[in-house]
């Protein structure tokens, strides 16, 4: 008999972030109102949905066998968790998201010391201030619960420690930031009695490869074109790649079909470099996964 897998899926920010991950992955996970148990077309895993923020406690509990989260909720908690793979992504960007200490852009406040007897509104309550104790600051730390960035300009608070990406948000706010207290990114952890099931332990592992893939995917692009013999080894020269680029002759003919695979952070160059050098029939086509 098959076990199934217990796997959180983050509500909130991430979800929607999630959902396409998983989307690109293989999986389809189906958001069917306001049902916390989504359907996936897997019969081997069950979905649920909680707060990224309750994730890490879910899953040390065994509530859930592994799930998605942030980094930074991991260590909120305090969560004796597995942590399996890294995942770079965040709601709008294959990027780490910071936590930074944030003060009206009038204040008086230019560093960590400034903010002795003062009172600092936050989420990520416990993880502050142990980050202030450990710097010897005296400071009050006290529970937002949303619409943190109102909390300093409306005066209830001195700062803030918030969550962001850009930082634009914080700046749309008349507000300026004076420290960066952690760069967290997104994790599948697993709790420890499910990693030592076998059969769940391999399903982990697989849904790991696969989201892994379908990160680096979103960096990489495929590049097909026709290429003369005269021409081919300067093409290839110019072609960067995971491995060697496919080089396969086409019909009575003395030109070549190349393909590769490169970043499609430098393709707007090559691509003119390649016409330039006497590739024709040039395509640029998405990934779904690299392995």
Not at 14 to 36: H, V
Not at 60 to 83: C, H, K, M, P, Y
């Amino acid at each position: 008999m098959v076990e199934k897998l217990k796997l959180g899926i983050p509500k909130g920010s991430l979800q929607n972030a999630t959902i396409a991950l998983f989307k690109r992955s293989g999986w389809r996970i189906d958001i069917n109102g306001r049902s916390y148990f989504p359907d996936i077309n897997d019969d081997t895993i069950e979905c649920a949905i909680c707060r990224a923020q309750e994730m890490s406690r879910y899953v040390e509990s065994g509530t859930l066998d592994a799930g998605l989260t942030g980094q930074d909720w991991i260590f909120e908690n305090e969560s004796d968790v597995r942590v399996v793979e890294n995942l770079v992504y965040s709601k709008v960007s294959q990027r780490p998201a910071r936590w930074v200490l944030a003060v009206p852009y009038d204040s008086d406040i230019k560093r960590l010391e400034d903010l002795s007897g003062k009172k600092i509104a936050t989420e990520l309550v416990d993880f502050t201030r142990k980050y202030f104790a450990g710097r010897g600051i005296d400071v009050k730390v006290e529970f937002s619960w949303g619409a943190t960035e109102a909390k300093v300009v409306s005066g209830l608070a001195d700062a803030i420690v918030e969550v962001t990406e850009t930082g634009s948000t914080i700046k749309a706010h008349g507000l300026r930031i004076i420290h960066e207290l952690l760069e967290t990114n997104t994790q599948l952890i697993a709790n420890h009695a499910a990693w030592e099931n076998p059969q769940k332990q391999e399903k982990i592992k697989q849904v790991a490869l696969l989201l892994k893939g379908a990160l680096l995917a979103e960096k990489m692009v495929g590049l097909k074109m026709n290429v003369p013999q005269a021409r081919l080894n300067e093409i290839v020269t110019l072609l960067p790649s995971l491995n060697a680029p496919t080089v396969s002759p086409l019909y009575q003919s003395d030109w070549f079909a190349v393909e590769t695979v490169v970043a499609s952070s430098v393709v707007r160059d090559l691509i003119p470099k390649l016409l330039d050098n006497g590739a024709e029939g040039i395509i640029e086509y998405p990934l779904n996964k690299v392995i």
